[in-house]
């Protein structure tokens, strides 16, 4: 037959040997980028922050004493040494959070790039006959190498540059290897998301693998790190590798072996693995019959619950056990914040007040926030996908209107960040009543539900866009995502003006539990997200389904 | 008289710079089989989605049992089912979770021949649609699609994909189709399957319906095939009066006749034609002759693999 229906050439230049490099370092770099910055911008904020809140000797060897000695933050973030001075505190905060945040990132971005592509069937056209499955896995490893570059690269531009300032005081050289520290994890689970990529049938449990790998990893790192006398388990765990590169306190290059060992060898196994399997299949079988459930399947609505769950499901407990931790670490950290006069007026810039657990814990849900605002967007490129990949046409054509597919589709979004907001009070109030930090049962849930009304504008937002321009409904959720997060962390540093503080979402929203939930704004932001939908939805209706 | 199943008027889509469909005026009757004959890109999906009100008219309006396309598709949708050419489905279900839930979202549903309609396209609907190939995609969706029993058929290049035993499953199910009194409308670039299954053909070429009628008529209307052998020299046939493209070959002559065949007889009468032979054009031919074979630069979209089946 005449036809293959495959019109996207196959990008081929001037090297078609290395199209695959290529393509997989174009798909990934604009997530480096983003997260480049994210990571300078967190690395300038901890530095600024610590300048600003400790600028007496007096605060800040009063610091080093409530913190430094805490078991639970230690095994929570890491062992925090020299936290009386700037080098010290950025180190410490940055390795802590930043190694967990890019482990996520680069598991995330790998199984992407490689299960993903190759799920897509885009992996067919670009090999095709110029090289082998095997050559294939070893260029899109390097295009990996050179997002992982990029990811270095911003971080330690960003990082020279605030260390140059005259009050941090950090040379060029240990700016570099703090930079080289920051995103050693995102580099090893790159690495272990290529892997997982051979090995399971699809990106999903590709990156569930390697998520399990990161969990384990973590758990190493955290009973090493709580004082247990099992110190020597930080050698097992590429997490505790990372601890002992100790940058800006006391480098040790020397840990670097391991970490660049490791990821030789994943890289070699990556790439056997790829050469002994089929394009498509997985080295693990895919459990390919199934008990047939179709519970769920009776319409349009419990087909979207049948498809988020799984990642819902993700998300929630990622939340649970992010709510958990910061209720664990909350009256470690909140005696901490309020030892500093400068932190505690910090801390009601942000709205929170009183003291302890409560403000510590009314400024964290902010990240808290983030990842709900995060499962909005997901939810609405889902969505645009349904679309964009022709697998709405199969309900449209039959007895459904565009109207009540959207509107179920919304409602199901929203029940999932109702019930993520609340996971998220839940976890955190058990984290935080195993330490005595007496915040009520209640306060907490309100807390986390007051995460919901910013998720719901993303949501509102994103329709509108999935409405108006439908291939940039996803970017547009991002986008006004990652500029209200900006927003946040630079209003905190900078004194900037409502005008620029009010175009982010969250700026809105109470820092409960430090403050009461203001359930009146709340709603005024619920009924923004409702209106905006409402608007996309009409558009929607009457716009051409759009293709990829 | 019933209302027909299809009507169009002045239906167009117009993108940026493509008039992807022009002014079509179609019907199709209730009972009928249509074929809907292009090449690539010649706006056979188009028409296809403007009818299922999956994209919006430029100009002209379209409707389905009466039923406008675009202001009432819920109820249009109620006595149609679509099969398109590409068959992109949910992963993560597996085919008999797939066939249920479109049976749900279709509301009807005739359980026993979609068992038999598994059976003869040969299909394991317990394997999850990940695994399937395209052509059992294509299957998955053609059973889909004809176990609801509609009252109309939309079928866009359905049989992509599939293999010639399963050309036949279609083809045979089409006919079931039609024996039922179900309406059919098939788009295709497949010469031979819409010649053994329509009543009528349109063709339509870039984004306009060129022809419109019953295979008799447009053969009727077009040029009858000639060969004839001589036993002796081979007489000049190119000024008679109908006949064109003539080629010999040795002592055979094959040429083409429109109109009536009177002069072309008297000339070979005289010249001692020793063995004559004459057909009606092939529907490939007809298809042929309005694309102007590939000499018609404004077609280069044609392409002779296309047409090949
Ligand atoms: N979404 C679109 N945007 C722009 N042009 C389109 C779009 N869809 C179809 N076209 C153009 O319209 C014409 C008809 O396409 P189509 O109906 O898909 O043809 P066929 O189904 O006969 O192959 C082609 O020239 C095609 O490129
Ligand atoms: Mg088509």
Redesign the interface.
Known sequence: MGESAIVTPAPSGRWPRTVVARETARRGVRSAVLWGVIFGVYVTESATGYEGAYKTSGQRHALAQTLGSDVGISAIIGPASHLDTVAGFVAWRTLGVLTVVGAVWGLLAATRLLRGEEDAGRWELLLAGRTTRRGGAAQALTGLAGCALVLWAITAVIAVAVGRSSSVHIDGRSALFLAVADVSGAAVFLAVGALTSQLAPTRRQAASYAGGVLGVAYALRMVADSGAGLAWLRWASPLGWVEELHPLTAPRPVALVPIVGLIAILTVLTVQLAGGRDLGASTIPDRSRPPTRTMLLSGPTGLTVRLVRPVVIGWVVAIALAGLMLGLIAKAAGRALTGSTAMRKLVSDFGAHGAGATTYLGVAFLMVALLLALIAAGQVGAARGEEAEGKLDHLLVRPVSRTSWLAGRLSVATGALVIAGAVAGVTGWLGAASQDSGIGLTNMVAAGLNLVPPAVLILGVGTLAFGIRPRAASGACYAVLAWSFLVELIGGIVNASHWLLDTSVFHQMAAAPAVAPDWTTNAVLVALGVAAAAIGGIVFRFRDLAGA | MAEPAIHTSGLSKRYADVDALSDLDLDVHQGEVVGYLGP?GSGKTTTL?LL?????PTSGSAEIFGLDCQRR???A??R???V???A???????G??TL???G????QVDAAYRGELIARFDLDP???V??YSKGNRQKL?LI?ALMARPDLLLLDEPT??LDPLMEQAFRHSVHEAKERGQTVFLSS??LSEVEALCDRVGILRNGRLVDMGTLSDMRHLSALTVEATFDGSVPDLSRVPGVSSVEVEGRVVRCQVQGTVEPLLKVLASSGVHELLSREPSLEELFLAHYGRSTDPGTGSL?V?????
């Open positions: 690539n989605r299922l009100g999956l994209i919006r598709p819920v109820e949708h109620r149609l089912a679509y398109a050419g590409e992109n489905l949910w992963p993560s279900l597996t008999s979770e249920h839930l479109l749900r979202v279709q509301g317990s394997k999850k990940r695994t969706i889909a992509s994909g670039h497949i392409e693999p296309a047409l090949g089946g």
